[in-house]
């Protein structure tokens, strides 16, 4: 069982080791676009093509509480908006650059964005393009008054106006909004990812992180403002959704861990965010709240906390871990802390941090969702090697009674409908049991080893070879009827009778065959061949008896009892003889529905069973057959055995169908057994 352990264990980090290789390029090749198109952004962004207004000193105060470079706070327009309003020195600016045509907020969640300026007394307002890209622009008039005035109604606080051209706002823009798409494509289709593993697997955590990221990917929807670009419309549903992916996120890693049965007290605060969250959804339909904002921030930063402290705690209890989980979460929750901080303005604004959690979120979703297959992999890699050992026989390496009850009705089944004959043969180590005493078990099974690769040496590779349980073997021949498993019986008999083992020498064995019939039940055609099995080891062992009873309709018979070449010992009158007796027998079984007829020609039947008997005694004496005594044994044997069932008939006391079972065994059965044996006088059988 160790070393079962071992092996099923080298497997799986062999497989895990080819996973990891495998998925780390695709996701090395999606993290290149992503953070390609971030790094493209950044760099439009910050080396020089964009010039932020307030760090190159254009704010000039528009009161006297205002001083260069800052906002000016208040609280005139709504209670939790702060509204801003910032005093442009258009002069300086313009003559900085000349191509710096347009002024945008970089931000995506405002209230309100005004700007004016006067001329000569008099109020001039310049509208803002609010859905044309993420970000609010202003086209710059030609003339530019002295000063000009924006008025931004934002909870935001650490976001800044810039200037660039109008073709290079346009390219970022564009590149922004490709991103963006690209992120939440990869995102919805990790939601169907889900729904798709759900309907599967029948897993409700899969379903459970589908909703999390569809939350999400609300969230993101509408707090990047693609809801005002595409839809052309500006929904208050941005904490709605905020507050609903914590929770979806808190539910999902509560079942997915198994917190409760991970710590006693941990389980608690997920109860506590639980409810806060739920409490808190009603109240958070609505587009702007300082309050709300602030909310969002904490239970980012809560959230996170604690799915991270889960993680790390499993990873200190648990030997085994998901571990593309364990990475995405740990990108997800390190974004989730960089956008806060980036909220707060405590680092330096970048658009690095601006959109951390969208690409986090992509990845977290490709993560999970790869871990998921991963894991499916690695169950299905490890359900089929202990299959294997499950259907395998461990000591020769052979299939198992258990594969068999697994797989033989498709047998069955494809003889069936492709009226294929199909025939097996049980075969079983003579006198194995004094093998064992005399010599050990470990002889023993170096026995059977042995002789099992004997046999597959000697059957095809399309035949079947299964250790049927202790020394006996069962061998499935599909394609094959009863002269063809009767040859291989043979064959198989004296290929063992002849060859001498390495420890005890020379052993034989006994083979029980028997040909399938359709209709006939597989737990009835099993007997057949045991007791067929039974008769050899009966009569003497290391012989071949085919059992060619039948307990279907007799009338589907005759294709089966066909004269064929291997029926031949290439004896001239014996050939002869034996090709009539099949011919009448299936003439018999045609007068099945005839009484009168069926008796007269059962009769007339055995009066040429008897005479064939005489004629190929007297063909055998000729030749100084060693065996000939024993065969006038059994043919007085069989003929006595015909009287009687012509005395049954006569008496009613058994059916036709059993007469003709009786017939076959006695007419082919015997031609395939005892006749077999004198073959060799007038063939060399090898």
Known sequence: MVRERMEVNKKIFSDKVTAFISISVVLLAMLA????????????????????????GHYIAAEE???????????????????????????????????????????????????????QGKKMNLNFVEDSFIYPYLILPEEIPENL????????????????????????????????????????????????????????????????????????????????????????????????SFFLMIIFTYRYLKVKETSRYLKYFYYAHIILLLGLMPFSITEFSEMLYLLTLVFAITVTLLIISTIV??????????????????????????????????????????????????????????????????????????????????????????????????YFSRAKRYNEPLAMLLVDIDHFKYVNDDYGHDTGDAVLKEISQLIGENIRTSDLLIRWGGEEFLIILPRTGIDGSSYLAEKLRRTVENYSFETVGHLTISIGGGKWFQFEKSDEFFKKIDDALYKAKESGRNKFVMNLSYYGSMKTLENDLAWSDQ????????????????????????????????????????????????????????????GLIDHKEEHQRLVKELQDSKSALLEESTSKEQIIQHLIDV????????DYDFYYLFKNIS
């Not at 208040?74 to 005093?87: Q, W």
């Not at 569809?214 to 670009?229: D, E, H, N, V, Y």
């Not at 007419?667 to 005892?674: D, E, P, V, W």
């Open 313 to 410: 705690l499993k990873l200190f209890k648990e030997d085994t871990f998901p571990i593309y989980f364990f990475v995405g979460a740990l990108m997800l929750g390190l974004s989730i802390i960089v956008l806060v901080l980036n909220q707060l303005d405590i680092i330096g604004y970048s658009i690095l941090f601006e959109y951390s959690f969208t690409y986090a979120l992509a990845l977290e979703g490709m993560f999970f969702t790869l871990g998921i297959f991963d894991e499916v992999h690695q169950l299905r890699r490890i359900n089929e090697h202990y299959f294997k050992l499950a259907i395998k026989d461990q000591l020769t390496g052979l299939y198992n009674r258990y594969f068999l009850d697994v797989n033989i009705d498709k």
């Open 667 to 674: 007419i082919i059965g015997h031609m395939l057994t005892y």
């Open 65 to 119: 509480s205002i001083t260069t470079g800052d906002w000016k706070s208040s609280r005139e327009s709504l209670p939790d908006v702060l509204s801003y309003t910032v005093k442009f020195d258009s002069q300086n600016f313009i003559n900085s650059s000349n191509d710096n045509k347009v002024i945008f907020y970089d931000h995506q969640n405002y209230q309100k964005l005004n700007a004016f300026y006067f001329q």
């Open 149 to 244: 005035y924006i008025t931004v109604e934002s909870i935001v606080k650490n976001h800044d106006f810039k200037s660039t051209s109008l073709s290079e706002f346009t390219t970022f823009s564009n590149r922004l909004f490709s991103f963006l798409l690209f992120s939440l494509g990869i995102i919805f289709a990790m939601i169907l990812s889900s729904i798709t593993l759900t309907l599967l697997m029948g897993e409700k955590h899969f379903l459970l992180h589908g909703a999390f990221l569809f939350a999400a990917f609300m969230q993101q929807l509408t707090g990047t403002g693609l809801c005002r670009i595409i839809l052309k419309v500006n929904p208050s549903t941005y904490y709605l959704w905020s507050f609903l």
């Open 33 to 56: 676009i992503v953070f390609g198109q971030v790094f493209v952004l950044n760099r439009n962004e910050s080396q020089g093509d964009f010039i932020s207004l307030k760090d190159k």
């Open 567 to 626: 029926y031949k010992c290439y004896q001239e009158i014996i050939d002869r003889q034996h090709k009539q007796l099949i011919d009448d027998l299936n003439g018999l079984i045609e007068k099945i529905d005839y009484s009168k007829n069926f008796e007269n020609a059962f009769n007339k039947l055995i009066d040429q069973i008897i005479e064939h008997f005489q004629s190929e005694e007297e063909i055998l004496y000729s030749k100084d057959y060693d």
